[in-house]
């Protein structure tokens, strides 16, 4: 059974839709303006709150996380044809050297690297 809506009624779906993104999206540019107005030139009055900056440090990565993790797992009929995906072993690579060196030029490129060279020998 299918159901079929008016054409009017997919719009107004799409424009709320549309006007809910860009309220949630705008409403962190607007937060920070009010909060860089208020700031003064004192050292002491920050513009962002301690404890907000310091969540604030965590989003990179999670939204790299959250990019990369689908791309890199991806579950196969076996375990072994998981374990020989050349992704995920390129992954683990990547992850071992940002764990190791903190430097995101190198993860990418040892990542790369290991990536291009087991699809070659593969």
């Known amino acids: 059974m299918t159901t079929t809506y008016p054409a009017t009624t997919v719009w107004v779906v799409v424009l709320a839709i549309g006007v809910l ?8 540019i607007a937060l920070f303006g009010v909060l860089d107005r208020r700031s ?35 579950v196969e009929p076996t375990v072994a044809e998981t374990l020989s995906n050349e992704r995920l072993l390129a992954g683990g690579a990547a992850a071992a050297v940002a764990w ?19 699809q070659f020998l593969v």
């Open 21 to 28: 993104t860009f309220a949630i999206r705008f409403s962190f």
């Open 40 to 74: 003064g030139d004192d050292e002491s009055d920050q513009a962002v709150p301690p404890r907000v900056a310091a969540a604030l440090r965590y989003v990179p990565p999670a939204v790299l996380a959250a990019l990369v993790f689908p791309a890199v797992v991806t």
């Open 100 to 118: 190791r060196t903190e430097n995101v030029l190198a993860t990418i490129a040892v990542g790369m690297a290991v990536l291009w060279t087991l």
